[in-house]
């Protein structure tokens, strides 16, 4: 799988949108960006996925750069809740293929 | 059950000891994830098991762990003369079929080798 790359922290107001970028160069053509995230004490949670087009679920939404090589999610009102650790990850969709975390974004929100 | 279920929630052994911890994944799922997550670190991968094929071990540390799932569904990680380096939160994950469908995450079990 490719390599991602994410700031290692970033700050938000309260009621802004968070806007957290991923950087993966290396991303193949059959690769899916994947978001996680994991709110402190629990276990990491599913956000959203996507392949080339831009994505939007009630969590949040995915925009995914033409070329592919870097992507963002947005909160859209990022709230105190939304504090976490917040992992892109990129993997082929194909079955047996396992899942591997990097080091993720420490989001703080802040009031 | 509705979620991922894991248990213990929190075990303390003595080094040296044996311990075993147990994941019941979301019926249907066929695959399971084991990692473990050491206080203030990211998540580490342990062992795959997807459906029928053989499982993904590249993540275990050392023979001393290993992980079994029977009948495809519940899985039991265990930690062979467990030493204190072993102490983390270990974390169990499942998903449909473990490819483009989200993986689903227990609470996960404290581990405190004393």
């Known amino acids: 799988d490719a390599k991602t790359t994410q700031p290692p922290s970033m700050d938000c107001a309260e009621g802004r949108a968070a806007n957290l970028p991923c950087n993966h160069s290396?991303?193949?053509?059959?690769?899916?960006v994947y978001w996680y995230r994991q709110i402190h004490s629990q276990g990491p949670q599913y956000i959203i996925h996507?392949?080339?087009n831009n994505e939007t679920n009630e969590m949040a939404s995915l925009i995914i750069t033409e070329d592919r090589k870097s992507s963002t999610l947005i909160l859209p009102h990022a709230t105190l809740r939304d504090t976490a650790v917040y992992y892109c990850?990129?993997?082929?969709?194909?079955?047996?293929?396992?899942?591997?975390f990097g080091a993720g974004t420490i989001l703080r929100v802040k009031s | 059950g509705a979620g991922v279920s894991q248990s213990p929630s929190n075990k303390v052994t003595e080094k040296g000891k044996d311990v075993e911890l147990r994941c019941d994944p979301i019926?249907?799922?066929?695959?399971l994830y084991w990692y473990r997550q050491s206080l203030g670190q990211g998540l580490e991968f342990l062992i795959y098991?997807?459906?029928?094929?053989?499982?993904?071990k590249s993540g275990l540390p050392s023979d001393r762990f290993s992980a079994e799932r029977t009948g495809g569904s519940v899985s039991t990680l265990t930690i062979q003369r467990t030493q204190q380096e072993d102490s983390a939160v270990y974390l169990c994950?499942?998903?449909?079929?473990?490819?483009?469908?989200?993986?689903?995450f227990g609470q996960g079990t404290r581990l405190t080798v004393v």
């Open positions: 994950a499942s998903s449909l079929q473990g490819a483009i469908t989200e993986a689903f």
């Open positions: 290396t991303i193949s053509g059959n690769e899916y």
């Open positions: 996507g392949l080339k």
């Open positions: 990850i990129v993997r082929v969709a194909e079955y047996g293929n396992k899942l591997v």
């Open positions: 019926s249907g799922h066929t695959a």
């Open positions: 098991f997807q459906g029928n094929s053989a499982p993904d």
